[in-house]
C-alpha cells in the first residue's frame, strides 16, 4: 500500500488509514462514503481484505 511509505500524498495516507480500521474491524465498509467529482456517490465494493494481511492498528 502506497500510503504507508514516507512521502505519501496526503489522499494516499489516508486511504492507508481507512484501511487499517476496515482490516482490522474497528470501522464497516459500508460506512465509507466515495464520490465522483460531480459529487455523485461510488458504490464501491469492499476489497479482499485478507490480501493485505494484518495492517497495524490505527486509531482516529
Known amino acids: 500500500m502506497r500510503g504507508k511509505s514516507t512521502g505519501a ?13 476496515v482490516a482490522n474491524g474497528r470501522r464497516e465498509w459500508s460506512s465509507i462514503k ?3 467529482a460531480n459529487g455523485r456517490n461510488l ?4 476489497p479482499d481484505w485478507s490480501t493485505f494481511g494484518r495492517l497495524p492498528d ?3
Open 43 to 46: 458504490n464501491l465494493p469492499e
Open 34 to 36: 466515495f464520490y465522483d
Open 9 to 21: 500524498r496526503a489522499t494516499e495516507e489516508e486511504m492507508y488509514w481507512i484501511a487499517r480500521a
Open 58 to 60: 490505527f486509531y482516529f
